[in-house]
């Protein structure tokens, strides 16, 4: 048997043994990913609107953010509308977009029609282009591979050959084009670099060490030309006007290069991304793709660089696809090591302890507990005979490592983590761990409130509430307040103060109490103020305390419309005294609240709350499923970004409409327009989701509507002629409202019975008709009136019909709108409830109760967004419609059947039993899954549904407990609960005993396990 000494020291050799580290740079960059057909992109540029435009193997589109919309030419099937090819685009000053293809030429897309115009090539073969560049005078040059360099003069209409020798004989092969400030143009061709002045005298420059192809150009902003090779060089013109050759060589082709907002040269190689220092040229750091990395570099082989107008870079390439860099300066991310042997080859984090030995403990899900140094590098693994996992981490006044892990409170040594003490635990798992330094430990568990009285105590004691019983339910924050070192306590009962013997409830005062009991975060400030998180009414700030001694809260997140969701539970404070967590800030000098979104800083997964830390330099550690969340505080700014509002696309009578000028001309509606729909979007591209918007139709609507990015839509219908302006403002993704709205006029044109001229004549022909009818006698004029009049209302109420049906129609399926919904749910509200609240009588036309139920039923196409993407958005609308179709086909013609937005739909199936709902449900899923969707090129789709659904009223014993809002939130968390457990399927309530909305935190799956819920699910 191996002694303890010697087991000891096995255990410290191994925790001194090398671990293979992260790179030495561990805060890898990060990457966001737009889908695009095939992962291929061969060109991208923006317009001086704002929208992306990619070249890709499929052909050109256009990307507001939100969605990819194809860009072709016109044609009478899908292949002669297609691009193909596209390798070279460069925005036009006008607004336009020149377009170079493979094999079809020049094109321009001309904004004022939503069109593209080929232009042709110069010649009876089109040759591929592989560069495009438009001057100060309006010509666009044109690289070619075969015909050289051309010059498009647009107003002429004509091509025009540019001689371009080398040693006196033509280039034929024009890879690289730039227009210099100057007015001077640059090419770099198969065999080198030539510049042509303003006077068009055209001068070849010698490259050091001979010809080498040039594939890529890029002005600086200093006004200084950088080239890339296709032998993997970068050089510079210097200050003499000769090139240089940088130090550094790569392997491959420097295929683009573009500088950043921080002055940095990216190049895109086919070996990755090179980071080049702008000023002396010197390789800062080489990207290459990591599997091991979420949110890395997507590919290695980068054709495309592209800085956007608020300074984001834009990668693209073969395998890459499109990519945006998520460049934050406060927030990155840790993430696994790519050693499957190291302690922190899993991204899934769970516990940190920063040590006064200046190492930090990071404990992973899978159990092993990893060592950091200083720059987040893996420098060892604390040797555990076991890797349970841990719970949660602390450190004793001694430098002692407590830890909570399987069931047991230990006591460790912090450098062989050999066992002091241990002591067993009730109560699941653990939440936190706090040690004070008169030696107490307490433990906060998922079941009570747990102390150790001191090391040397022999058991762990349970803390009990100032009645005597034991504090019950989850406990999530235990904070020593600085001033007092007294113990504050959060809980899912509510907010504690330990008074020595007993915890005592912290009792708000009438209209100033906490939003919602349970407590998730406390933190007190550095000018002593206390700071409280919530799990639904989300972060609070104590003001004092009344006569009696009952505390007034201000309701922070509630008043900055924030609810609904926590702050973020882990709560630290900033130099700047700013309140931070992994998902939110607040700034009380600004009295300002920001969420972080993952969009824009690093995916860091699922949050993993209670652990986090903060550490001597400032940063703040948050753990996640994907990683760890490095926060630099004050490196921190809200977005000043005010992203301009574009029109994506319109629709008119539902189809889509091609305009005949550009709106900033306004948008002409020619007469005959039943209905008009304009898709609008906020250009920025960091977060679109988050995005909100508010709108109006000047001319029409009282009061502006408020709408965030999933209802991208202006829909009118029933218009008079006439003219409206549409306005439509938007915030950037963290709420700052942009001054760049969009203001659209509108002239709706008249039919020509609604012009002032046939208006003028009508009133004319009454008039000499009411002449004629008075000689035909006072009887017959009245009879003859009387038949008009009725003739004439006949066809007014047909009008308004129709006018009133397109209002509240939706125009892609012809199912109703929420328009129509909210002018109708309140009656069928009041019917249902009337079942239930008066007494019985036995009318004749009164339901029983278990036929009087409201069936609120919301239905999710399963991967639609893979739809578009493979099929393209004309298939995903063919599905859209033959979805409609499915519904009419289950429910009934009393039944309101919603377009709920995207490929949302909703159900209202009145006057039914809720013991049928499941049913139902499954009778439709199955509608939907058993027969393929067919598309009209007659290929056929397989389509699942996900759907979830509620009753009303949800609790028979008390019918208005659950109103409409709670009702439909309720079907909307069961419907993610659908997607959650494997989608295809469906998870609905039929019945509520006693529960009511504000006692049901809907944000996470615990819901369900409610049991006075009566829930059914498929499967």
């Known amino acids: 048997m191996i002694r303890p000494s010697l087991t000891l020291a096995l255990l410290i050799a191994l925790a001194r043994v090398p671990v293979a580290q992260a790179d030495p740079s561990a805060l890898e960059p990060q990457f966001a990913s737009v889908p695009v057909p095939r992962d291929v992109v061969g060109s991208l540029a923006q317009d001086r609107q704002g929208l992306i435009w990619i070249g890709t193997s499929d052909g050109l589109a256009r990307f507001d953010g939100y969605r990819l919309r194809p860009i072709e030419r016109e044609g009478g099937t899908p292949v002669q509308r297609n691009l193909g090819w596209v390798r070279s685009l460069a925005a036009a000053a006008d607004g336009g977009m ?24 110069g010649g009876e073969r089109h040759t591929p282009i592989r560069a495009l560049a438009e001057d100060g005078a309006g010509r666009v040059w044109v690289g070619t591979l075969g015909q050289g360099l051309l010059r498009y003069e647009a107003k002429a209409g004509r091509f025009d050959t540019e001689p371009l020798l080398v040693d006196g004989e033509p280039e034929g092969r024009v890879l690289a084009l730039a227009v210099a400030r100057d007015g001077s143009l640059w090419a770099g061709h198969w065999r080198g670099l030539a510049r042509r002045d303003t006077q068009g005298r055209w001068a070849p420059l010698a490259l050091p060490e001979g010809a080498v192809g040039i594939s890529t150009l890029l002005e600086d902003g200093n006004g200084r030309l950088w080239f890339g090779s296709m032998d993997g060089r970068v050089g510079r013109i210097g200050e003499d006007g000769q090139p240089r050759w940088l130090a550094v060589r790569f392997k491959g ?30 390789l800062l750091r080489q990207l290459r793709h990591n599997p091991h990395l979420p949110g890395g570099l997507a590919g290695n082989d980068v054709n495309v660089l592209l800085r956007d107008q608020a300074g984001a870079m834009w990668v693209g390439g073969y395998g890459v696809g499109l990519q945006r860099h998520r460049q934050h300066p406060a ?87 050999r066992q002091l003490a241990s002591w067993p635990l009730e109560g699941g798992r653990a939440h936190r761990v706090l040690a004070l330094p008169d030696g107490q430990v307490w433990v906060g568990m998922q079941d009570g409130l747990y102390r150790l009285p001191s090391p040397q105590a022999a058991r762990v004691e349970r803390v009990r509430r100032a009645d005597g019983e034991p504090l019950r339910g989850g406990v999530h924050a235990l904070h020593v307040e600085p001033a007092t070192g007294r113990l504050w306590v959060g809980a899912l009962a509510g907010l ?219 829909t009118y219908g029933g218009l008079a002629p006439g003219h409206y302006r549409l306005e439509v403002y938007a915030t950037n993704h963290h709420g700052m409202w942009s001054d760049r709205p969009l203001w659209l006029d509108i002239e709706l044109l008249p039919a020509w019975w609604q012009t002032r001229w046939a208006q003028a004549g009508g009133v004319l022909a009454g ?59 309140a009656s069928d509200l009041q019917l249902s409830l009337r079942h239930y609240t008066e007494p019985r009588r036995g009318a004749a036309d009164r339901h029983p109760d278990d036929e009087a139920d409201l069936l609120v039923m919301l239905m999710d196409i399963d991967h639609f967004k893979r739809i578009n993407d493979r099929h393209g958005h004309a298939a995903g609308d063919q599905v859209l419609v ?20 995207g490929e949302e739909f909703l159900a209202l199936a009145r006057g039914g039993a809720r013991s049928g709902a499941a049913e139902l449900a499954a009778r439709f899923g199955a509608t939907v899954r058993e027969r393929p969707f067919t598309l009209a090129d007659g290929r056929t789709l397989p389509v699942t549904v996900s759907i979830g659904f509620a009753v009303f009223p949800l609790d028979p014993q008390a019918p208005r407990a659950w109103d409409w809002d709670a009702t439909l939130s309720l079907a909307d968390a069961a419907l993610y609960a659908a997607k959650e457990q494997g989608r295809d399927g469906y998870v609905g309530v039929v019945g509520a005993d006693g529960v009511r909305p504000e006692g049901l935190c809907l944000d996470d799956a615990g819901w369900l396990a409610e049991p006075r819920l009566r829930v059914r699910r498929s499967g």
């Open 767 to 825: 008039l000499t008709l009411l002449w004629a009818l008075l000689r035909w006698g006072v009887a017959r004029r009245t009879a003859q009136l009387r038949r008009r009049e009725a003739a004439l209302q006949a066809l007014v109420d047909q009008r308004t019909a129709e006018l009133r049906e397109a209002s509240t129609t939706d125009p892609l399926t012809g199912l109703r709108n929420r328009r129509y919904l909210d002018s109708r749910v």
């Open 496 to 714: 504690f103060r330990w008074d020595g013997q007993r915890l005592v409830e912290v009792v708000g005062a009438p209209g100033e109490a906490l939003g919602f009991p349970a407590v998730l975060g406390l933190l007190h400030a550095r000018d002593g103020r206390l700071y409280v998180d919530t799990a639904v009414s989300g972060l609070h700030r104590l003001k004092g305390y009344d006569a009696q001694g009952r505390a007034r809260f201000e309701r922070i997140s509630e008043r900055l419309g924030a609810p609904g969701r926590p702050f973020g539970v882990n709560l630290h404070e900033d130099a700047h005294g700013r309140i931070w967590s992994q998902q939110s800030v607040y700034d009380p000098a600004a009295d300002r609240l920001d969420e972080l979104s993952g969009a824009e800083g690093p995916p860091m997964g699922t949050p993993r709350f209670f652990a986090d830390t903060a550490l001597p330099d400032g940063r703040l550690l948050f753990c996640g499923s994907r990683g760890l969340l490095v926060v630099e505080p004050l490196a921190f700014m809200p977005s000043r970004y005010a992203p301009p509002v574009v029109v994506s696309s319109l629709r008119r009578n539902g189809q889509p409409f091609q305009p005949e000028q550009e709106f900033a001309r306004g948008l002409k509606l020619p007469a005959g327009t039943r209905s008009f729909a304009v898709e609008f979007a906020a250009l920025d591209y960091t977060d679109p989701a988050r995005l909100r918007y508010m709108l109006r139709l000047d001319g029409w609507d009282q009061e502006w509507t408020f709408t965030d990015a999933s209802a991208r839509f202006a």
């Open 253 to 282: 082709s420097v295929q683009a290069l573009a500088q950043g907002a921080d002055g940095t040269v990216w190049a895109g190689l086919t070996d990755g991304i090179a980071w080049l220092d702008g000023g002396s040229g010197a």
């Open 98 to 121: 020149w377009i170079g293809t493979e094999v079809n030429g020049l094109a321009r897309y001309e904004p004022a029609f939503d069109r593209v115009r080929m232009l042709g090539g």
């Open 882 to 901: 033959e979805f409609a179709q499915r519904l009419r086909a289950v429910f009934r013609e009393s039944d309101v059947l919603v377009r709920w937005g």
């Open 331 to 417: 927030l990155a991310v840790r993430g696994p090591d790519a050693d499957p042997d190291s302690p922190l080859a899993s991204s899934d984090l769970r516990g940190l302890l920063p040590r006064r030995d200046g190492l930090l403990m990071v404990a992973t899900h899978s159990g092993p507990v990893a060592l950091l140094d200083a720059q987040l590098r893996t420098v060892g693994r604390w040797p555990r005979e076991a890797d349970t996992p841990v719970d949660n981490l602390a450190e004793g006044p001694d430098g002692s490592v407590w830890l909570a892990a399987n069931g047991r409170l230990e006591r460790r040594e912090p450098r062989s983590a």
